[in-house]
């Protein structure tokens, strides 16, 4: 992951230069390389690994949607938080997210889990940790993804105004310390996995409050409504 190898949208890559040289990214990037010659299967595939970079450039962000770390299942994991590639079933949490969606916004729930047309509205789906081993959720926690995602938020506080950051969960919500309230509005609520989503989720309102938030900085909402087949 030397910032020379990394293929990445261009306005992320000039503005994580620096980060990319540091000390504890040459040190993550040995982890995984070692991790892999180990024989360990890690999600998501290392092209994937920067796609919610990639797939909502810099200069387009409008909303954060911050998740823990990757799904760690076959297949499940590439690189959106909380989204999973057409032809594979929406896991637990993604379905209570959908459920939400339905009662705030009365958007039928979808066939597939795909988020690529959020994210290509300016909503970067984010996970605190980039990867994780298979089958171990949290396994690559405090191995530096923490550090390296944490300035990715930083750089897109800092870069606009009037963004929306989505914090679901005790892990999402260590990232609203950094945030200037003034400057952008930070929705928090418990986490949407089966485990807590009955806790605060559920109810939270947070798409249609996004969505106020937006028109009334005037910025175009998002659609949260995906479309009826994923690509």
């Not at 609203?176 to 609520?189: F, G, I, P, R």
């Not at 605060?200 to 009334?216: E, I, K, R, T, V």
Request: proline letters at 7%; aromatic letters at 8%; hydrophobic letters at 40%.
């Amino acid at each position: 992951m030397a910032q020379g190898e990394v293929k990445l949208e261009s306005g992320w890559k000039a503005a994580l230069a620096d980060e990319f040289g540091k000390e504890y990214m040459r040190t993550l990037r040995e982890f995984l390389r070692v991790q892999k010659a180990n024989g360990q299967i890690i999600y998501p595939p290392g092209p994937r690994i920067f796609n919610a970079l990639d797939s909502t450039p810099l200069d387009q962000v409008k909303v954060v949607i911050l998740g823990q770390d990757p799904y760690h299942g076959p297949g499940q994991a590439h690189g959106l938080a909380f989204s999973v590639p057409p032809g594979i079933r929406p896991p637990p949490s993604l379905q209570n997210i959908f459920k939400e969606l339905e009662r705030d916004l009365d958007i039928p729930r979808p066939a597939h889990g795909c988020l690529t047309h959020w994210a290509e509205q300016g909503v970067l789906l984010l996970n605190a940790v980039l990867t994780v081993e298979a089958g171990d959720a949290g396994s690559h926690a405090k191995r530096g993804w923490e550090r390296f995602t944490t300035r990715i938020i930083e750089v897109a506080a800092q870069q606009h105004e009037h963004l929306v950051f989505i914090l679901w969960g005790s892990y999402a919500r260590q990232k609203a310390e950094q945030l200037d309230l003034s400057k952008h509005c930070v929705l928090t609520s418990a986490h949407p996995s089966p485990l807590s989503a009955h806790r605060g989720f559920l109810g939270n309102g947070h798409f249609s409050a996004a969505n106020d938030y937006l028109q009334l900085h005037g910025r175009k909402p998002i659609d949260w409504a995906l479309p009826d087949s994923a690509v």
